[in-house]
Structure formats: structure tokens, C-alpha cells
């Protein structure tokens, strides 16, 4: 009768360890299941939020024979447009190192050359008529910061950059026709998209119709980043 009683405890313990062993196992085997899904949304948002950062806060860079200003739209103060540097200057795209939105602080400033979170409406302008170029388009990754590798393989992110008003529609260009700025590919549905929007102001709302003072108005810009 003791055996039989000592043969039912060792069962007990057998079936008790074995259970405890399933569980702590699928324990440890959740955080996996959700460890991809947790590193894209991580890694989008670090890009998304970074992209921001640049165009709100830097003004740019043009490099050109060791030349570097922040100037990128018109490097040479020729007054021209994003077209007219195409056709005139074969290396203007090149030499344009990073894009920035912030306007350069004026000359007789202390601070440092942008005035960040105030956006400048030609740079603005070129960036959006340098998307309306298809045969260049491409190389907006490159200029955004949106061109990487890792361990040797290219990183495909894809963006959605615009300025719109504060009831969530888009700033329009009256005098052109179009969006004030709206570069991209369209948002998908079902991706992991991540959203950064940052409150602006835009120093030359003549042609905008939403003027608030001194020419100029606010905004948000919007940058969603997928992969």
C-alpha cells in the first residue's frame, strides 16, 4: 500500500514538472512572437521622426569644390527656380548633399544659420517641384536621408510628406495650382506606417490666401514613413 502511494506522488511530480516546463517555455517563446513586429515599428519611428527633424530644424547642405552652404534652392542667389538650376548648372542635383525646409537666419544673426521650425516657401517650392521632376525623383531618398543598408542589403522606406492646415487638409498653392507641398506615394492600407507631425510656420503666405501677419502663416507638416 505504501509503494502504490509512492508510485501516485512520483506521477504527481513527473506530470507537475512537466507542466511547469510547457508553460515557462511558452513564456519565454512570446516576446519572439512579437520581436519583429516591435523592431519595425521601433526602427520606422526612429526614421520618421529623424526625417522631421531635418527639414523642420536644418536648413540643408549644397556642396559644391569644397563651397557649402545652406542655401540648397539657390546656391549662387541667382534667383532662379528648381528648373532653371536643372538647366543651367549639369551638377546642381549632385551637390545638393541633405535637404532642409528651415529658413537661414538673417545675415547679421548670432545664431546658427537656420531659424528651425520657420519654413522657407522657396525651399519648399524646389522640393516640390524636384518630386514633379520623375526623371530625378529617385534621388530624394538619397537627399532625405531615406537611403540605407543594413548588413549589406538596401532598406526600401518609402515616404508621404505634406504641409496641411490645422483642419487636416492640404495647404494649396493658388498661384501654381497644386499643393503647396505634397511628395510621395500614397499611404497604403494594412502597413505599418509611422506618423510624425510637427507644427510649422511658413515665411511667405502671399499666394496661400491664409496670411496671419508679416506674410506669414502656420501649418503642420506631416511625414509618414513605411516600409
Known sequence: MQMEKG???????????????????IITQIPMLFAPLLTISTDIHAVAYRTSMILVEDAGIYCENGSITSAWEDPEKNAWNFSQYLRN?????????????????????????TVP?????????ALQDWWDDSANRSMLWEKLGLLVSYNGDPV???????????????????????????IGHPIPTGATVERIERIVAIDDCRNLGMGIGDNECCGILEVCIWK
Open 89 to 113: 548648372r549639369r551638377n546642381y542635383l549632385s551637390n545638393v548633399r541633405r535637404i532642409g525646409l528651415a529658413m537661414n537666419a538673417p545675415v547679421w544673426s548670432s545664431h546658427e544659420d
Open 7 to 25: 508510485q501516485m506522488s512520483v506521477d504527481f511530480m513527473i506530470a507537475t514538472t512537466v507542466l511547469i516546463f510547457g508553460i515557462s517555455l
Open 156 to 182: 526600401n522606406y518609402s515616404f508621404n510628406i505634406s504641409l496641411k492646415s490645422f483642419n487636416n487638409m492640404l495647404i494649396w498653392n493658388h498661384s501654381a495650382g497644386k499643393p503647396l507641398l505634397q
Open 117 to 125: 521650425n520657420n519654413l522657407s516657401m522657396r525651399k519648399i517650392q
